[in-house]
Every structure is written in structure tokens, then in C-alpha cells.
Nanobody
Framework: QVQLVESGGGLVQAGGSLRLSCVASGNIFSINNMSWYRQAPGKQRELVAAIASGGSTHYVDSVKGRFTISRDNAKNTMYLQMNSLKPEDTAVYYC?????????WGQGTQVTVSS
């Protein structure tokens, strides 16, 4: 079995920073695209950032210039560096990845940004 586990969420004041991590484990022979989603209360889950195995990235407009997605393929780990956080960033953040050519989701980590 394979799984994704997020960590790094927490409570931070507006303007602060957090770094989220997502680690894939299990009998993994392939990790292709990886991405971060978030879901705020009462809202639909949205794609925040994505990164391909070769390193190309995509960001939703609302986080461009503030968030940076990266990955360490040797460690099967993806990161989301979040700077200049805003209250609107408050959500549960989920890791998503293609593991062994099938989609996998983490359990989510709460990010709360206070004003």
C-alpha cells in the first residue's frame, strides 16, 4: 500500500510563513505529477500549485509570488513554501500525487491565518 502524509500546518498571523511537506511512502515505483489543493469551509476544493516530475510548476493566480512548490524526488517529498500569508489562505491543505499511476490523497493539514 502507498500513502501520502502532509505536515507543517498550523496557526500563523497574516504576513507570516509556513512550509508544508508531503511525504509519499510504501511500495512506490513511480511518482509523476504532484500538487497541493486546499479547501476552505463551505467552499470547493481548489488546486493551489502543481509540479511535474521534471520540475515545471503551476500556481493559481491568488498565490503567485507568495507560494513556492518544490519536490525532492530522492526523498519522495513535496513542499509548499507559503510566504506573506493572508487570512484568505485559511484552509485544509491536501497533498495529491500520481503514485504508481493512480491518484492518491493525503489526510490534509490545517492552515489558519489570523488577522
Amino acid at each position: 500500500q502507498v500513502q501520502l502524509v502532509e505536515s507543517g500546518g498550523g496557526l500563523v498571523q497574516a504576513g507570516g510563513s509556513l512550509r508544508l511537506s508531503c511525504v509519499a511512502s510504501g511500495n512506490i515505483f513511480s511518482i509523476n505529477n504532484m500538487s497541493w489543493y486546499r479547501q476552505a469551509p463551505g467552499k470547493q476544493r481548489e488546486l493551489v500549485a502543481a509540479i511535474a516530475s521534471g520540475g515545471s510548476t503551476h500556481y493559481v493566480d491568488s498565490v503567485k509570488g507568495r507560494f513556492t512548490i518544490s519536490r525532492d524526488n530522492a526523498k519522495n517529498t513535496m513542499y509548499l513554501q507559503m510566504n506573506s500569508l493572508k487570512p484568505e489562505d485559511t484552509a485544509v491543505y491536501y497533498c495529491n500525487a500520481d503514485l504508481n499511476f493512480r491518484p492518491a490523497w493525503g489526510q490534509g493539514t490545517q492552515v489558519t491565518v489570523s488577522s
